[in-house]
C-alpha cells in the first residue's frame, strides 16, 4: 500500500510542472506549504480536469463513494487496487470518468523486521529527484445535511491507485504506487475517456518511472508518528 507520502513542491511549482490553467486551491492555503508526513485524511493536491480545464485542487485522501451514506469510511478507501480498480463498486465510476494525478516527491514504507524487531521505515523516490505523479480517483459526495450553496455541502476525496511491487522494492512492502508518465497526463485526465484497458495500459508501476527509476534508504523511526514534520524525516540514517 502507499499509506505515507512527501508533498514538498511549493504550489507555483506544481502549476508550472503540471501546466495548470486554474489554480482553484483556497487563497488560505499557505503558497509555500509543505508536508513530509503526508497521512491519510489529510488535505493533499491534485491535478483535474474539469469544467475543460486542468486545475489544481485541494482533495481529503481517502475516498468516499458519491453512494455512500456517511463520509467515515473515507479513511479506509486511501488506495486501490490496479487489478480490480476498473470494477470494484467503490472505485469504477471514479475510474471511468474522476481521474486525477496526486504530486509526491516520494513515498514511505516499511519494511517488516525479524521476530519483533521494529519495523523499518524506507524513503523512496525518483533517482534524479523529480517528480512521482501517483495515478489518482477523485469523488464528490454529496452532505444532504447542508444546503447545496453550503460552503462544505461537497466533500472531495480522493485515492492512490497501487499494484505488486517487484524485485529489491518487493522486499521492503510488497506492494508500490502506480504513476503516469508526462506523455501520458493528458489522456489520463481527460473525462471523455472511458476506455477501462486503455487506462489501465498508461499506468505505470512506479518503478518505471522517468529519470531512472527509484532508489530508497532506511530513514528514521521518527517519521512513524504523524506529529513529526520536516525534512529531516528523509535523512538517511548514519
Known amino acids: 500500500m502507499c499509506g505515507r507520502f512527501v508533498s514538498a513542491r511549493k504550489r507555483a511549482e506544481l502549476l508550472e510542472e503540471f501546466a495548470v490553467e486554474r489554480d482553484a ?28 480545464t486542468r486545475q489544481l485542487r485541494l482533495l481529503k485522501w481517502g ?4 453512494w455512500a451514506k ?30 486525477c494525478l496526486i504530486p509526491a516527491d516520494g513515498y514511505y514504507e516499511w519494511q517488516a523486521g525479524e521476530g519483533k524487531a521494529p519495523k523499518q521505515p524506507f524513503y523512496i523516490h525518483r533517482t534524479d529527484q523529480g517528480i512521482l505523479a501517483f495515478a489518482g480517483l477523485y469523488e464528490l459526495w454529496r452532505d444532504e445535511s447542508l444546503p447545496t450553496d453550503h460552503e462544505k455541502a461537497w466533500l472531495w476525496t480522493a485515492t492512490i491507485i497501487t499494484t505488486s511491487a517487484a524485485d529489491a522494492l518487493g522486499q521492503i ?17 481527460d473525462p471523455a475517456n472511458r476506455d ?14 522517468p529519470g531512472g527509476g527509484l532508489t530508497w534508504r532506511p530513514v528514521s523511526t521518527t517519521v512513524n508518528s504523524v506529529r513529526n514534520n520536516g525534512p529531516e524525516l528523509i535523512e538517511a540514517l548514519d
Open 173 to 189: 512492502h510488497d506492494r508500490t504506487p502506480m504513476v503516469i508518465p508526462p506523455e501520458g497526463w493528458a489522456e489520463w485526465l
Open 70 to 99: 456517511s463520509a467515515s469510511g473515507g479513511a479506509r478507501l486511501i488506495n486501490a487496487r490496479s487489478e480490480t480498480v476498473a470494477v470494484k463498486p467503490s472505485f469504477r465510476s471514479a475510474f471511468a470518468r474522476r481521474r
Open 63 to 66: 475516498l468516499v463513494p458519491s
Open 25 to 52: 486551491v483556497p487563497a488560505e492555503r499557505a503558497p509555500d506549504n509543505t508536508d513530509y508526513n503526508v497521512a491519510p485524511t489529510k488535505q493533499i493536491y491534485a491535478v483535474l480536469h474539469r469544467e475543460e
Open 196 to 209: 477501462s484497458e486503455l487506462m489501465r495500459a498508461t499506468m505505470r508501476p512506479a518503478t518505471d518511472s
